[in-house]
């Protein structure tokens, strides 16, 4: 490999840190989007329990059951929303303002990092054009006069084939897994939204 990377010359440095960073954003948002992360089901039915415990009549104890629901994931920053509203004694329009601020929020959790992935899916194959081009230059470099300089050649050759290689070999995977995880954090989103209207259906009838 190391080899491959000293053939592939300079240009290839910053396809391979791209790649670094496109792997551990994949890495993240896996580990991150999970729905034991995101929307575990206990968390609803916890919240519906609270609502119906009376505790959202005592403003400490709603309080601090609340501040609990919210750390323990995004949803919870949802559904504490509502509840906090509710405990303030606010009307259905107010709960669900609340809850659509919250939501926004965490919308921005799940989005995290997949603008960066993006980009990165974008700019792999033109980085790879550019060592193509660098390569290129090389090889326009080894034709002196008559002759050729086989070495430097052979050199022009590798760097415009590898780095074409390796802008496309990171842009493809970068590119479906930016895919793959929108629909991931789309359907958390989904799941985020039934939720609440579970909740909300469930504050308007007690």
């Given at each position: 490999?190391?080899?491959?990377?000293?053939?592939a010359?300079?240009?290839?440095?910053p396809?391979?840190?791209?790649?670094?960073?496109?792997?551990?954003?994949?890495l993240?948002?896996?580990?991150?989007l999970?729905?034991?992360?995101?929307?575990?089901?206990?968390?609803?039915?916890?919240?519906?329990q609270?609502?119906?415990?009376?505790?959202?009549k005592?403003?400490?104890t709603?309080?601090?059951?609340?501040?609990?629901?919210?750390?323990a994931?995004p949803?919870?920053?949802?559904?504490?929303?509502?509840?906090?509203?509710?405990?303030?004694?606010?009307?259905?329009?107010?709960?669900?303002?609340?809850?659509?601020?919250?939501?926004?929020?965490?919308?921005?959790?799940?989005?995290?990092?997949?603008g960066?992935?993006?980009?990165?899916?974008?700019?792999?194959?033109?980085l790879?054009?550019f060592?193509?081009?660098?390569?290129?230059?090389?090889?326009?470099g080894?034709?002196?006069?008559?002759?050729?300089?086989?070495?430097?050649?052979?050199?022009?050759?590798?760097?415009?084939?590898?780095?074409?290689?390796?802008?496309?070999?990171i842009?493809?995977?970068?590119?479906?897994?930016?895919?793959?995880?929108?629909?991931?954090?789309?359907k958390?989103?989904?799941?985020?939204?039934?939720?609440?209207?579970?909740?909300?259906?469930?504050?308007?009838?007690?």
């Amino acid at each position: 490999m190391y080899t491959i990377l000293i053939a592939a010359g300079w240009p290839v440095w910053p396809l391979l840190i791209t790649s670094i960073l496109a792997l551990a954003i994949l890495l993240e948002r896996i580990w991150f989007l999970q729905t034991k992360r995101i929307t575990p089901p206990q968390l609803l039915e916890g919240a519906i329990q609270l609502a119906s415990s009376g505790a959202l009549k005592q403003p400490k104890t709603a309080q601090d059951a609340t501040k609990a629901l919210s750390d323990a994931a995004p949803l919870g920053q949802i559904l504490a929303a509502a509840l906090l509203e509710k405990a303030n004694g606010g009307s259905e329009d107010k709960i669900i303002a609340a809850m659509q601020d919250a939501a926004e929020f965490v919308t921005i959790l799940l989005e995290r990092y997949l603008g960066a992935l993006a980009t990165i899916a974008t700019i792999a194959p033109l980085l790879g054009l550019f060592g193509t081009v660098v390569g290129m230059i090389e090889i326009f470099g080894s034709q002196q006069g008559v002759g050729a300089n086989p070495q430097q050649l052979a050199n022009g050759i590798s760097i415009a084939l590898y780095n074409t290689a390796f802008g496309l070999l990171i842009a493809i995977p970068a590119y479906a897994g930016w895919r793959g995880l929108k629909a991931m954090a789309e359907k958390r989103q989904r799941e985020c939204d039934v939720a609440a209207k579970k909740l909300l259906a469930h504050l308007n009838s007690i």
